[in-house]
């Protein structure tokens, strides 16, 4: 289990398209808002267990749990009050636990199977930004290599400009 601390207005980032929020700490409670797309079901676990229950008990064998309260439309967010050691399923593989609420801070508990991604939204967004940056000095390089590339073209044959492009264009495009 990963636990992270967190503090009022204060994220987590799992995968790249749920995000857990904690809204409001007061006393022994938390709120926790948890933004996900439609079709990923999140519950409280006695919700969660519930329907499990209910399930096993008709013989059903659920492809997967319908969203609980999630939020119509995109930006929404479903806002879930937990106390110590109570939890949240999102999906079918992540649970969040409240480990411990302190004061001004949360420490959360984040199961999930090792191949997804959870971040403090801080790091989520550094990651991002200097993914971003990685992507631009690409562009930049293979403007640089076109560039170069047209240029010989140029030394090499009496085509105009317009032509050498037009060549380079077509060599450049998938078969």
Do not use: F
């Not at 808002?33 to 059903?60: D, F, L």
């Amino acid at each position: 289990m990963l636990v992270l601390s967190r503090q009022r207005d204060e994220s987590i980032i799992i995968r790249d398209n749920i995000v857990v929020t904690v809204v409001d700490i007061r006393g022994d409670k938390v709120r926790l808002g948890v933004q996900a797309p439609q079709e990923i079901p999140v519950h409280r676990r006695e919700v969660y267990e519930a329907i499990q229950r209910e399930n096993a008990q008709a013989g059903v064998v659920p492809a997967g749990l319908p969203a609980s309260g999630s939020p119509k439309g995109s930006g929404g967010m479903l806002v879930l009050s937990r106390k110590k050691n109570e939890s949240i399923i999102i999906g079918e593989d992540v649970t969040i636990v409240v480990v411990e609420i302190r004061g001004n801070k949360v420490r959360l508990g984040v199961e999930a199977p090792k191949e997804i991604p959870v971040h403090r939204r801080e790091v989520y967004e550094a990651v991002h930004h200097n993914a971003l940056e990685v992507q631009k000095c690409l562009v930049q390089a293979m403007i640089t290599v076109t560039l170069t590339e047209c240029h010989a073209a140029l030394k090499q044959t009496a085509y105009s400009i317009d032509q050498a492009v037009a060549l380079l264009l077509a060599q450049k495009r998938p078969a």
